[in-house]
């Protein structure tokens, strides 16, 4: 599955521009900045969604049909020199002429059913890929207003997301706490112990 910070961009790019808006205090606002890429590529379940999404790739690309397509080529080019070959008979040639249509005509079949079911299945692994982002996204933000809330900040803003002339969207802001390390335990607190074991680092 190639690397989910792409997600990001795609299916949520308002999202990048996170920012979560309390009922600001009396008095100076308390300031907090997250890095919505970075927590969200170390959230566990982004990982284990990460992971079946290429598992599921991997096996779509073992289909069967795949190698039958190929051994078709091999059969199809030996029939082709066969037509071509003029050690054999006029009547001969047009026996392996006929069988090369035959062959021809089932190897367009199969690979144009292969073809259709591939994106068929490409599709529902990409929509699922997307709504789980979705999900996962939904929840970092939970995270995020549960501890701003909790601990009183007044605005916390996104500094992973890029403007388009690839520069931070936020460039600079004074006396703010980076809750990045924060959401990203709080998100992995619930991490199911075979995980832990399977990734003791914690990283993608």
């Given at each position: 599955?190639?690397?989910?910070?792409?997600?990001?961009?795609?299916?949520?790019?308002?999202?990048?521009?996170?920012?979560?808006?309390?009922?600001?205090?009396?008095?100076?606002?308390?300031?907090?900045t997250l890095?919505?890429a970075?927590?969200?590529?170390?959230?566990?379940?982004?990982?284990t969604?990460?992971?079946?999404?290429?598992?599921?790739r991997?096996?779509?690309?073992?289909d069967p049909?795949?190698?039958?397509?190929?051994?078709?080529?091999?059969?199809?080019?030996?029939?082709?020199?066969h037509?071509?070959?003029?050690?054999?008979?006029?009547?001969?040639?047009?026996?392996?002429?006929?069988r090369?249509?035959?062959?021809?005509?089932?190897?367009?079949?199969?690979?144009?059913?292969?073809?259709?079911?591939?994106?068929?299945?490409?599709?529902l692994?990409?929509?699922?890929?997307?709504?789980?982002?979705?999900?996962?996204?939904?929840?970092?933000?939970?995270?995020?207003?549960?501890?701003?809330?909790?601990?009183?900040?007044?605005?916390?803003?996104?500094?992973?997301?890029?403007?388009?002339s690839?520069?931070?969207?936020?460039?600079?802001?004074?006396?703010?706490?980076?809750?990045?390390?924060?959401?990203?335990?709080?998100l992995?607190?619930?991490?199911?112990?075979?995980?832990?074991?399977?990734?003791?680092?914690?990283?993608?």
């Amino acid at each position: 599955m190639m690397p989910l910070r792409p997600w990001l961009r795609s299916p949520l790019p308002a999202v990048l521009g996170l920012l979560l808006s309390l009922d600001a205090a009396a008095g100076k606002p308390k300031l907090a900045t997250l890095d919505m890429a970075k927590a969200f590529e170390a959230y566990h379940l982004t990982i284990t969604a990460r992971a079946k999404v290429e598992e599921a790739r991997r096996t779509l690309q073992q289909d069967p049909r795949r190698e039958t397509i190929k051994l078709l080529d091999v059969e199809l080019r030996d029939l082709k020199t066969h037509v071509q070959d003029p050690i054999f008979t006029e009547a001969q040639r047009k026996d392996y002429y006929r069988r090369y249509m035959m062959k021809n005509h089932e190897r367009l079949s199969l690979k144009r059913e292969h073809e259709k079911h591939l994106a068929e299945q490409l599709n529902l692994i990409n929509k699922g890929m997307v709504d789980k982002t979705r999900e996962l996204l939904r929840n970092v933000r939970a995270i995020v207003r549960k501890i701003a809330e909790e601990d009183g900040y007044d605005h916390v803003f996104e500094v992973s997301g890029k403007t388009s002339s690839q520069l931070p969207s936020l460039i600079y802001i004074r006396n703010a706490t980076d809750l990045t390390d924060r959401v990203i335990e709080e998100l992995n607190r619930n991490r199911p112990k075979e995980e832990v074991a399977t990734n003791p680092g914690g990283s993608p």
